[in-house]
């Protein structure tokens, strides 16, 4: 049993090894392709599939990006909106979702009361008129009570709706497995004919952007902004919790697929990439 297992795994390395260069392989299985008489037909054939999948492709990342947002509009202005407005009007004490809008709505009547006595003590408004800021600061208030009032409805609008574009993307994905297919052949055939010069810039644009530890405000603004999206507090403990480890996580996986995959794959762009890297 042994010399068996020794005797397939020789012969496949045998099997390897070749006395012709690749290379030159490659050049006569060329050179063949274009003596035969049906070359040109098989190469329309082609063309027709490269068009097809081509085609194919487009559409299916254009239905990927285009049904989810429709469904998402549609649900939060058409179908979902119009229920949270009933039930919204029925609890109209709520005005605040978190601490967060609690604080910001605080500061922001805070800034106009200061600049209204500053107005006050450089003479733009008469000091006799004191009515008149305080009947200035509640007109703000009711403004500012609105404003989030309305921004805590959108957020309530938002979970829904997003809720629901995430089903109906899953939907998609699940019931079109043949589309996947062909979209990762495309991909494939799109990465693998850009130069090792082109592999090794997207490689540099993507970790520079997304990887990069130079640009914690980015990600501070993205979090932030996701964070009023859903109505969630700002907590600032976590988005820097979250800038200080998950690039680290997204750097280590990146490097491990260069490790793994691109160095087998691709060893030249990788060269190539560090070359520019350095």
């Known amino acids: 049993m042994k010399y068996w297992n020794l005797h397939k795994i020789n012969k496949s390395r045998f099997e390897k090894i070749s006395l012709i260069p690749k290379s030159i392989t490659k050049l006569f299985e060329k050179f063949k392709k274009e003596l035969d008489p049906n070359a040109e037909i098989e190469a329309m054939e082609e063309f027709k599939i490269s068009q097809y999948h081509t085609t194919t492709s487009v559409k299916y990342i254009l239905i990927l990006m285009i049904a989810p947002i429709l469904v998402n509009q549609i649900s939060k202005n058409f179908i979902l909106g119009p229920f949270v407005d009933h039930l919204w009007k029925k609890e109209h004490e709520i005005l605040f979702l978190n601490h967060s809008q609690e604080e910001r709505a605080f500061a922001e009547l805070q800034r106009f009361e200061e600049k209204l006595h500053f107005d006050l003590l450089i003479g733009k408004i008469p000091s006799s008129s004191y009515e008149e800021i305080n009947t200035e600061t509640t007109k703000k208030a009711i403004e500012l009570a609105q404003e989030y009032a309305n921004e805590s409805l959108d957020a309530v609008k938002n979970i829904l709706s997003d809720i629901l574009s995430v089903i109906v993307f899953a939907l998609i994905i699940s019931f079109t497995k043949r589309q996947i297919s062909i979209l990762k052949s495309f991909i494939n055939q799109l990465i693998y004919g850009l130069s090792d010069t082109a592999k090794a810039f997207l490689i540099i644009l993507f970790t520079d952007i997304f990887v990069g530890f130079h640009s914690p405000h980015g990600w501070e603004v993205v979090i ?28 280590t996986i990146f490097k491990y697929w260069i490790f793994k995959y691109l160095n087998k794959i691709s060893p030249s762009s990788v060269a190539t990439y560090r070359n520019m890297n350095e």
């Open 224 to 251: 932030e902004a996701i964070l009023r999206h859903f109505g969630l507090p700002e907590s600032r403990d976590f988005i820097f919790i979250f800038i200080s480890t998950f690039p680290v996580i997204l750097d």
